[in-house]
């Protein structure tokens, strides 16, 4: 796996509330709910992150954008079509 900046390699119990019909029918299925329940976390943690440096960084980007429409591509002579 590739290097994870919100992971710590350790490990803490929690307690979650999850539907019993969802937990059933997960472990008849071999499906391990810790892993599983990480990855998921994992992911909307890097999508709400990337979200709100979007947010964040909103005027900037609009600004460069704005700075290329009018000047267009400062690379454009070194690609190769």
Do not use: F
């Not at 892993?35 to 964040?56: D, H, Y």
């Amino acid at each position: 796996m590739k290097h994870d900046r919100i992971g710590s390699g350790k490990r803490k119990s929690v307690n979650l509330s999850i539907d019993t019909g969802v937990v059933a029918a997960a472990r008849e299925a071999g499906i391990n709910l810790s892993q599983v329940s990480e990855e998921a976390l994992r992911k909307a943690t890097k999508a709400e992150q990337g979200r709100r440096w979007q947010e964040e960084n909103r005027e900037a980007l609009e600004g460069w954008n704005r700075w290329y429409e009018k000047h267009g591509d400062p690379l454009a002579h070194l690609r190769v079509l």
